[in-house]
């Protein structure tokens, strides 16, 4: 299937830090494969973008703790706002991601250990993908 047979999904990626203050890999990746992405700055940023459109996929990366305060924001947002998918970058698993993953239900969280968390990215992207194809030919 071709890029431009494939309809694009809105992502929204709040990075770990500022250290990419124009674009990030995560935003690049994304971009070139055809996705409507918008980089927030900060997490209140990130539930503005939520807010104003359908969100497909929030890309999170909690090694930056900050980031963290932006779950508690969308447990209380209607589960019509929530994201469809949602990608957590870490470099470690706590007992408060399995918390998350049912209190932003019905958001499927995927959550994904750096450094090879592209590589979980890529495979959450093809299961959008193949859900969205199965959809169009039903």
């Known amino acids: 299937m071709t890029a431009q047979l494939r309809s694009a ?9 500022d250290a990419y203050p124009q674009d990030t890999p995560t935003r690049r990746l994304l971009g070139e494969l055809g996705h409507d992405v918008a980089r927030a ?3 209140d940023h990130a539930l503005e973008l939520i807010n104003s459109d359908h969100t497909d996929l929030l890309v999170v990366d909690i090694t930056n703790v900050a980031n963290r305060e932006l779950f508690e924001s969308l447990c209380e947002l209607p589960e019509s706002k929530r994201p469809d998918q949602v990608a957590i970058f870490t470099d470690s698993i706590d007992g408060q991601l399995r918390d998350w993953r049912r209190r932003v239900l019905p958001s499927h969280v995927h959550v994904f250990l750096k450094p090879l968390h592209m590589h979980g990215l890529l495979g959450v992207l093809r299961q959008m993908e193949q859900g969205q194809n199965a959809k169009v030919g039903a």
């Open 9 to 17: 999904f809105r992502a929204v990626v709040l990075p770990s830090s």
């Open 41 to 43: 700055n900060s997490p």
